[in-house]
């Protein structure tokens, strides 16, 4: 019995000394790794050691040590209990613990005990978290350029392009439609402009929760769900009758492409590397520019043909306007279907710890770049990446007993909270004093830039406007008797006339005011009348058939006394026969477009060459400079030209604005950061489109003033942000 009682006593001494030596290795065998990081990072950010680590220190960085010593070799519940100084087991009595060894200070453990996650605080987590990120920074950079620039980023350049092709197209489509439209669909002065507003609303808010999104579930899945929720309902609304749902369809293909921007630079400048990242997402910004080019060219070709259209009785009609929609629509169809042929960003794979997908990708653009350049023996050497440590989150549950449509709110309630939370982080130190830079110049040059490229074209037609009503016509106590109008009657007035037995057939009314005057047995047959109204008039005994004067032109004490209408026209009459005007307004936005293309290629050349914000502080104190020169836009010509002018020179401050943007904020809160800025710019395009658009034909004082100092004051703040062209993504 006693031999067998040594026996025990010796065993559990051999397991001992086993467990003491395991973890003397184990600790040797960490220490020495970090000292290897440590060694090789302060001298030329290698990551050669990810890759020839030793047999002992394989599974290191895919599978790191855990705090809490589940990872050590040989313990067992036997020896768990065991102190180095004291043989004391599991199950032997220990004695009752002092008061003193129960109140451990917060985040202490017992000495020679590692400090496992649940007694570790959020704090400590995150700096290791940061810290992963830092180093997962320099080793992609390294990975980036191993891979090299080729057809993959070429490839994904065209496919975003696409996508941001489609942003620069909503914006301008609505601008073009919106006479149309109001005037198609019979809308009163009062609801006139809410189309634009509602646009822009649905952008702001699409903005911030698909960028948010991104964050979250990936860039390629969102900028998927994104661009196909603007291209169906942006195809839907050139179906659409009523002005309501019209504005309903609009809301949602805004919210749909509002994601575009913060996700598409996102996802790119994640496959670029340090050297290649400003001058290639400084071209990707003129496909932004080939949405206006292309929006510009087709309501220039399609909306003044009234005779692309078709209708279906009187209830259903299709016009031009509605043409041009559907095209306007192509490049979103087309960027959809291209990027379902893309991966998703291997970065995003790396900081949400899906190791093997993110090696997959950089090994397949590798690949892909390596078999362009005639190289394809060359073998993607990295075979380890580092991952940085994944955090646990409270995540709220729905019970399973509600519904679909319960579980659907709550699904995207819990997921703004969580976008909202991100979106904090993005305001604590140390990013809180550019993270609000960062805001006032986007809202500044949103506020300054929508607002002008709405008062321009409006001053150009205000303009236009007078210069017409400086050739009407005025026909003062005219009388008229047995006579046919069956000829056009443009920018006149006709005041204290006598019209008896005259006929109107098959004849249009532009621009036609008749005042005080009477009318006898008159008989008004196929009559269209636009821009024309009848003020205190008086009709006895007429007969009106297929026209479209309504109680919306018989206006100001207007009497119909005896009188017929049989087989009115429905709806709204459009016309652009013989209406140079639409042309011309097609034409100047076609040419102010085009006044951004050296803008384009001297920013993209020049972005790495003199720097970030040199190029966004010099371009928007230089825009605010040139307002001033619109105190002598007293013709068209001259107006043009400052047109063109400001957008040439604003155009580079937005490139260097979104390279700026892109290069600020962590991988897990770009898309989030990215997003809240760009709402903040679709609520000042709103902002600057109600108060310049307020004040056309009033004033040109306060315009000019507020947009110089808008654009000079967010040319300051942007001087002030940090440059970023040297960093690594961080």
């Not at 709550?410 to 979106?423: A, M």
């Not at 007078?466 to 000829?487: G, L, P, Q, W």
Request: glycine share 8%; charged share 20%; net charge negative.
């Amino acid at each position: 019995m006693e031999d067998t009682y040594n026996n025990r006593t010796s065993l559990a001494k051999g397991a001992k000394d086993m467990v003491k030596e395991a973890k003397r290795h184990a600790k040797k065998n960490v220490n020495k790794v970090v000292d290897r990081a440590t060694d090789e990072y302060t001298s030329h950010h290698n990551y050669s050691r990810f890759q020839d680590e030793g047999d002992e220190d394989e599974d290191f960085y895919r599978n790191p040590p855990r705090p809490d010593g589940d990872n050590e070799e040989g313990s067992s519940d036997a020896t768990e209990g065991h102190d180095d100084e004291d043989e004391i087991y599991e199950g032997e009595y220990q004695g009752i613990p002092s008061a003193g060894d129960s109140k451990q200070k917060e985040g202490q453990v017992a000495l020679g005990q590692p400090m496992s996650d649940a007694t570790r605080d959020r704090k400590g987590l995150e700096q290791e978290r940061q810290a992963d990120e830092e180093e997962l920074a320099q080793q992609y950079e390294l990975i980036i350029q191993e891979c090299g620039h080729g057809r993959f980023q070429w490839q994904l350049f065209l496919v975003l392009g696409l996508a941001l092709m489609s942003d620069g197209v909503e914006v301008f489509v609505v601008g073009f439609v919106l006479p149309s439209a109001e005037t198609d669909m019979c809308v009163p002065n009062s609801s006139s402009g809410w189309l634009g507003s509602v646009v822009y609303l649905g952008m702001m808010v699409g903005a911030f929760f698909w960028g948010g999104m991104s964050d979250k579930v990936g860039r390629r899945q969102c900028l998927l769900i994104c661009m196909s929720t603007n291209g169906f309902f942006a195809f839907l609304s050139s179906f659409v009758q009523g002005y309501g749902l019209f504005l309903l369809c609009r809301l949602f293909a805004g919210f749909g492409i509002g994601g575009a921007v913060p996700i598409v630079f996102s996802f790119f400048a994640e496959v670029l590397s340090r050297e290649k990242r400003g001058e290639h997402l400084s071209w990707l910004c003129m496909f932004w520019m080939i949405g206006e080019i292309y929006a510009s060219a087709m309501a220039w070709a399609i909306i003044p043909h009234y005779g692309w259209s078709f209708s279906m009785g009187s209830a259903y009609q299709f016009h031009s306007w509605r043409v041009f929609v559907v095209v306007c629509a192509l490049p979103c169809v087309c960027a959809v279907v291209a990027l379902t042929f893309m991966p998703e960003s291997p970065r995003f794979y790396l900081e949400v710890g899906k190791h093997d997908e993110a090696w997959m990708i950089l090994k397949q653009i590798h690949d892909t770049n390596m078999r362009a350049r005639g190289q394809p023996e060359k073998v993607f050497t990295v075979n380890r990446i580092k991952i940085p440590k994944q955090l646990d989150e409270l995540v709220e549950m729905e019970s399973e007993s509600g519904n679909r449509v319960s579980k659907f709110f709550f699904r995207i309630k819990s997921e703004i909270h969580g976008i909202y939370l991100n979106l904090l982080k993005c305001f604590n130190y140390p990013m809180r004093e550019n993270m609000i830079r960062l805001a006032i110049v986007w809202f500044t040059l949103s506020f300054g830039y929508y607002g002008l490229s709405v008062w321009f074209p409006d001053v150009i037609k205000h303009l236009q406007a007078d210069d017409y009503a400086s050739k009407v016509k005025v026909h003062n106590n005219e009388r008229i008797e047995d006579f046919t109008f069956n000829f056009t009657l443009e920018n006149q007035i006709h005041r204290n006339g006598l019209f008896i037995n005259d006929r109107f057939i098959n004849m249009k009314l532009r621009s036609v005011a008749f005042i005080d005057s009477t009318f006898r047995n008159c008989y008004f047959d196929d009559v269209t009348s636009v821009g024309s109204v009848f003020r205190n008039c008086t009709f006895i005994d007429a007969l009106f058939f297929n026209t479209d004067i309504d109680e919306s032109k018989l206006i100001d004490g207007t009497e119909v006394v005896n009188s017929t209408f049989t087989h009115n026209k429905k709806g709204c009459q459009m016309t652009f026969d013989d209406d140079y005007s639409a042309y011309w307004v097609y034409f100047i936005n076609f040419l102010g477009t085009l006044a951004v293309l050296p803008g384009n290629i001297v920013s993209a050349l020049l972005m790495d060459k003199i720097g970030r914000l040199s190029m966004l502080g010099g371009s928007m104190v230089l825009s605010g400079i040139s307002c001033f020169f619109l105190w002598f836009g007293t013709s068209e010509s001259m107006m043009i030209f400052m047109l063109c002018l400001y957008n040439g020179l604003s155009i580079s401050a937005w490139n260097s604005l979104d390279v700026v943007t892109t290069e600020s904020f962590p991988t897990v809160r770009r898309g989030t950061g990215f997003g809240f800025c760009n709402a903040l710019c679709k609520l000042a395009a709103v902002l600057g489109n109600l108060f310049f658009g307020s004040l056309v034909g009033i004033t040109k004082v306060i315009p000019i003033l507020m947009a110089s100092s808008v654009l000079v004051g967010g040319g300051l703040v942007a001087l002030r942000l940090p440059d970023t062209r040297a960093n690594v993504l961080m």
